[in-house]
């Protein structure tokens, strides 16, 4: 299994509502990221587990809030979120801290935000 | 800090034209460089990639090498088709900069038409 998969692909959700967004991979990488992308822009760093620790987060609004339950699994966990958060979301899982061997991304999750 | 710069999109071609993307980057240490693609409506797809000085990463036709005296790696592809478009993101990962997380240029839209 090469894939991480990213679930629900697509997401419309109020701005009092709480979902989540999950991502998988089998793949055996010990590093997680989640990143947001708006429209005609690269891809933003949110957050990193290593190990399932987070090791990074790049001051992300309490909003947002990630959770890593086992070295497979990645959520990301939204609350009061604004229109402005509608965004593409995507996960990312590499092996440790390897930069050379690059990323493997999810498909994303298309979240609006009404 | 570490930085890469791409052409500005969106690069419009006939199908079966020559393809190049310029890239270029600065960066503290001595970075691995990576090409992602991004078709419409997916996540990033691994391109190619270079670790180090006079490397040449090739996949599906495109290819990149990592030119450090002029610190660029310019995405090339001798004759496009029309399922080439989509947004090409040139990137680096540098090991001294104290943290592997990749830096994304811009992206550059390529559109093939037939």
């Known amino acids: 299994d090469t894939e991480v998969t990213q679930t629900p692909k697509h997401l419309v959700m109020g701005m009092t509502n709480k979902k989540s967004l999950k991502c998988e991979q089998h793949?055996?990488?010990?590093?997680m990221y989640w990143y947001k992308q708006k429209a005609k822009k690269p891809p933003e760093l949110m957050f990193v587990y290593s190990y399932e620790k987070l090791s990074i987060n790049e001051s992300v609004p309490s909003r947002f809030s990630p959770e890593c339950p086992n070295s497979s699994l990645l959520n990301l966990h939204l609350h009061a979120l604004q229109p402005e958060d509608s965004a593409l979301y995507l996960c990312?899982?590499?092996?440790?801290?390897?930069?050379?061997?690059?990323?493997?991304f999810g498909s994303g999750t298309r979240l609006t935000v009404v | 800090g570490d930085s890469v710069t791409q052409m500005e999109g969106p690069v419009t071609l006939s199908e079966e034209a020559f393809l190049t993307i310029n890239c270029t980057y600065t960066a503290t240490g001595y970075p691995s460089l990576f090409w992602y693609v991004q078709y419409p409506g997916e996540g990033l797809q691994l391109l190619l990639k270079?670790?180090?000085?006079?490397d040449k990463g090739s996949n599906k036709g495109f290819e990149a090498t990592y030119r450090k005296e002029t610190t660029s790696f310019h995405l090339e592809k001798g004759s496009v088709q029309v399922s080439d478009s989509a947004v090409y993101f040139c990137a680096l990962s540098d090991q001294e900069g104290g943290s592997y997380i990749p830096t994304f240029g811009r992206g550059t839209s390529l559109i093939v038409h037939p």
């Open positions: 793949m055996g990488h010990r590093a």
């Open positions: 270079a670790t180090k000085a006079d």
């Open positions: 990312a899982s590499s092996q440790d801290w390897d930069p050379d061997s690059g990323y493997t």
